[in-house]
T-cell receptor, first 115, second 114 residues
Framework: ETGVTQSPTHLIKTRGQQVTLRCSSQ?????VSWYQQALGQGPQFIFQ???????GRGNFPPRFSGLQFPNYSSELNVNALELDDSALYLC??????????????FGEGSRLTVL | AQSVTQPDIHITVSEGASLELRCNYS??????LFWYVQSPGQGLQLLLK??????LVQGIKGFEAEFKRSQSSFNLRKPSVHWSDAAEYFC????????????FGKGTKLSVKP
């Protein structure tokens, strides 16, 4: 069974640029959630995707957007990067029914540094 | 406001000693409660969860947690800590229909002395 995989693992961008992070969900999982974890903080919910549509969103501005593809993989896009966007971005997948209970399976994250 | 508080930022215990990590929550709906562990450079791994029923839940790696509704707490325990347990531990709360929106505490970093 393949777990959640994320790419890239590390990347550096400058303010104002755009970034795309990618996530492949665990086999059999149809729901993907994205979290932002700033240094020294717990993860914060960005949004969830189910059936290729956004299914819930946290307190993040519209420049954070996402996609889910028919194979359940997902992308997180962040436009107009700001210094405060520097963080570990975690993708989590869940199987049928688990997405509503919060039983999430996390990848190792993509660490974004904005200079 | 919905929140999770982990009062201890950093705890150090000796190998073989017992462990208790504290978690208090504030949540309007009936909560689903979770403990996750994060090793350096790794993602979060689910240790255990509470949805309903028996308030003492068992998890992986010998961990257990007890839900106390009257105290709004969900403390994590382990009777004998191993050096490999050194990591950061996160308590989280959610609810049915929350669409994957878990609210996490800020975490407790556990160090283990030989």
């Amino acid at each position: 069974e393949t777990g959640v995989t994320q790419s890239p693992t590390h990347l550096i961008k400058t303010r104002g640029q755009q970034v795309t992070l990618r996530c492949s969900s665990q086999s059999g999982h149809n729901t993907v959630s994205w979290y932002q974890q700033a240094l020294g903080q717990g993860p914060q919910f960005i949004f969830q995707y189910y059936r290729e549509e956004e299914n819930g969103r946290g307190n993040f501005p519209p420049r954070f957007s996402g996609l889910q593809f028919p194979n359940y993989s997902s992308e997180l896009n962040v436009n107009a990067l700001e210094l405060d966007d520097s963080a570990l971005y975690l993708c989590a997948s869940s199987g049928p029914g688990q997405g509503t209970t919060g039983e999430l399976f996390f990848g190792e994250g993509s660490r974004l540094t904005v200079l | 406001a919905q929140s999770v508080t982990q009062p201890d930022i950093h705890i150090t215990v000796s190998e073989g000693a017992s462990l208790e990590l504290r978690c208090n929550y504030s949540y309007g709906a009936t909560p689903y409660l979770f403990w996750y562990v994060q090793s350096p450079g790794q993602g979060l791994q689910l240790l255990l969860k509470y949805f309903s029923g028996d308030t003492l839940v068992q998890g992986i790696k010998g961990f257990e947690a007890e839900f106390k509704r009257s105290q709004s707490s969900f403390n994590l325990r382990k009777p004998s800590v191993h050096w490999s347990d050194a990591a950061e531990y996160f308590c989280a709360v959610g609810a049915r229909g929350s669409q994957g929106n878990l609210i996490f505490g800020k975490g407790t970093k556990l160090s283990v002395k030989p």
